[in-house]
């Protein structure tokens, strides 16, 4: 028996396939590329590192195509006895799937480990299991704790960021899901399959129909042009030609590349290549999509525009994405959830709004603090009940309804604001003696979006008015005012505060 990653090939490599046997036990990128060639009987290739990263394992798992130089063309099945990619294993019964009645979630990760080293089920698992903590795991027993007791929920349709630093467990986590790695304890499900149960064929098929993926160093096959390389899964899959070039331009339009379907990869820039395995990943049309830091190689300019378009082309497509970054910025920009993981564990799971105004520990607090809030924080959060004044009303009585609120509204017969009262200015009307509330009522005021984030409505804020906060039929729901924004934005920079000197005092 092996597993995909760390475990032992199975059998001896065939003598034909000239990679050190080290690297293929401890290459979980060189067994992912491996596996995912291994599969197009024409094309295998076998990778031998560079001298200088041959021993060094740190290296191994960290390396890129660049550290690599491609030796020998083999035959998928000697690739497939160099990865274990052969090996099967009787099919799991798929028992005790808690998603069969149909929710919402399509994966699911539920109290996995995943330890590596000669006895992952050893003494290692038991020790993270009792809670300690990865380097202490480390230290007593020699294994790497890659994941400690990951659990939770992606939501189809949902763009699910995992975010963390270097080492933190991400690409662990995500290759999880296609069974890149095999667990060490816990359940994984993709829509109420046990993918710890799939094996062989079966897994092939189930990574090819249910899910694309993209790499940060994504490799393009140079001789072939862009349209060929986004139909290359599909071409794997057995489909036609003609079926295959029709979803590849459909796939490469969405990403805005129609125009170099027959180009060389070589003639397209970074982003452009990156984009390509966007198209790739999207041109069988999976459900899921597993992006481990896709654009983390971009420039920052390119990085943002690519940030742009998946936001888009997700609005159309309405794909469920697993997205891994290191960046904070980017993870709560794209995500509608936030997993912020550290040491192999989940730190704090929630929206970028949560995970901004209510980071759950000084770690995520630290990342925080150099936040824009503005940026994601929006006016939903802090709106208030709006104060309906009637124009017949007197200043007096208006003064009386607000009891000390900002601003109050005028409608009309469907609820829709037509003029603002504001504090101040009643409050001069009736110091000047007038009590007519006609007099006082502004109607140039503004208005906003629940949705809309304080950087949208700074402008309008700046005014110093009140903002009737309306609904999609122009319907007032809250009012809000720059003094709300304020008092929001520094209760957050006092909870960061409060955080930092409970990690650095
Ligand atoms: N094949 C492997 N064999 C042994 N240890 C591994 C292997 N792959 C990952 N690890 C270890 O597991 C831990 C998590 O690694 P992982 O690659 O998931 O981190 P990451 O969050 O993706 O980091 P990065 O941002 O650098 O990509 C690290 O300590 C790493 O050294
Ligand atoms: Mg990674």
Redesign the pocket.
């Known amino acids: 028996m092996s597993n995909s ?2 475990g032992t090939p199975s059998g001896s490599p065939a003598e034909a396939v000239d990679v050190p046997q080290q690297l293929a036990a ?4 060189l ?1 992912e590329h491996l596996e995912t060639r291994a599969a197009d009987r024409e094309i295998s290739v076998d990778f031998r590192p560079k001298s200088t990263v041959e021993n060094d ?2 290296a ?3 390396s890129s195509i660049s550290d690599f130089e491609s030796v020998t063309t083999v035959s998928a099945d000697s690739a497939r006895s160099v990865t274990g990619a052969t090996v099967s294993r009787t099919q799991g019964s798929g028992e005790g799937s808690p998603m069969t009645d149909a929710d919402d979630v399509i994966i699911q990760l539920d109290r996995v480990f ?1 330890i ?2 000669p006895q992952p089920r050893g003494r290692a698992l038991t020790l993270a299991k009792s809670g300690m903590r ?1 380097n202490e795991v480390q230290k007593a027993t020699d294994h ?4 400690s007791d990951v659990s939770f929920d992606v939501k189809r349709g949902e763009t699910f960021v ?1 975010m ?12 999880t899901v296609n069974k890149l ?1 095999d667990i060490t304890d816990g359940h994984v499900y993709v829509d109420g399959v046990d993918v710890q149960a799939l094996e062989g064929q079966a897994l092939q098929q189930f990574r090819r129909e249910k899910m694309g993926m993209v790499f ?1 160093h994504f490799a393009l096959f140079p001789h072939r042009s862009v349209i060929d390389n986004t139909g290359y899964g599909l071409k794997v899959q057995g489909v036609e030609r003609e079926q295959r070039n029709a979803q590849s331009l459909e796939a490469l339009r969405l990403v805005g590349l129609d125009a170099f379907a027959h180009s060389s990869p070589r003639q397209l820039s970074g982003g452009m290549q990156q984009r390509v395995g966007l198209a790739r990943a999207l041109a069988a049309d999976p459900d899921i999509l597993l992006m ?2 896709a654009f983390s190689a971009l420039d920052p300019l390119i990085r943002r525009q690519m940030q742009d378009e998946m936001l888009a082309i997700q609005d159309q497509l309405h794909k469920t994405i697993l997205f ?1 970054t ?1 960046d904070l910025n980017e993870a709560l920009r794209i995500g509608d959830r936030v997993c912020i ?1 550290k ?2 564990a989940v730190v704090q799971i929630g929206t970028p709004e949560e995970i901004l105004t209510q980071p759950a520990t000084g770690y995520v607090a630290e990342f925080v603090q150099d936040v824009d809030q503005g940026r994601v924080i929006d006016v939903r959060t802090i709106m208030k009940e709006p104060v309906i004044v009637d124009a017949s009303m007197t200043v007096q009585g208006a003064l009386e309804k607000m009891d000390g609120a900002l601003a109050a509204f005028v409608v009309d017969s469907e609820g829709r604001p037509t003029g603002l009262v504001a504090l101040d200015d009643a409050n001069t009307a009736l110091a000047a003696g007038s009590n007519d509330l006609g007099s006082v009522v502004r109607n140039d005021f503004d208005t906003a979006s629940p949705r809309a984030t304080f950087n949208e409505v700074y402008a309008e804020a700046g005014r110093g008015l009140g903002i009737a906060v309306v609904d999609e039929s122009g319907v007032l729901v809250g009012s809000t005012h720059v003094r709300d924004m304020m008092e929001e934005m520094g209760r957050v920079e006092r909870l960061i505060d409060g955080f930092e000197r409970e990690v650095f005092m």
């Open positions: 990653d760390a401890y290459g979980s990128w067994g394992r740190p191994l798992w960290n995943k590596f080293g990865k790497v704790v890659g994941m995992i963390g630093l270097s080492g933190s467990g991400k690409s662990t986590a995500i290759r790695h940060q481990d830091e891994i290191h993981m040491d192999g």
